[in-house]
């Protein structure tokens, strides 16, 4: 019985090592976009320019592109053409969550902070 416990919590003990070891990843995965916007943080009732790019060197955009805006209450995806999009902003503070999606399935997100 003791030798079972012992085996239990090795076993515990290697597997919390190993997660804690495993961390998390910052780095963008092979199938992100990179978001950057005109102005950030913005006043309410604003435009912004939203531009996409390759995360990646060797990585391709698939057009057309796909912009939503997550947090549908705060503002709204007022135009899209190639690479560009333009969020505007209801007056209402908060982080609006936009999020831009390629024909191949790569995916980035940009938080706009109103103010």
């Known amino acids: 019985m003791k030798t079972l416990r012992l085996t239990f919590l ?3 003990a290697v597997l919390a090592v190993s997660l804690l070891l495993t ?3 910052d780095t963008p995965t092979a199938n ?6 005109s ?23 698939y057009l057309p592109l796909n ?4 947090t549908p209450s705060l ?4 135009a899209a053409e190639g690479q560009t999009a333009i969020y ?3 007056p209402i503070i908060g982080n609006a969550i936009i999020a831009v999606t390629d024909q191949g399935e790569s995916e980035g997100v940009i938080v706009i902070r109103q103010e």
């Open 10 to 12: 090795v076993v515990c």
């Open 67 to 70: 912009w939503v805006c997550r």
């Open 39 to 61: 102005a950030n943080p913005i006043v309410r009732r604003e435009a912004v320019t939203l531009v996409a790019t390759p995360a990646h060197t060797n990585q391709v955009l």
């Open 23 to 25: 961390g998390c990843e």
């Open 88 to 90: 505007e902003s209801y």
């Open 75 to 78: 503002g709204y995806i007022k």
């Open 32 to 37: 992100s976009i990179a978001v950057t916007a």
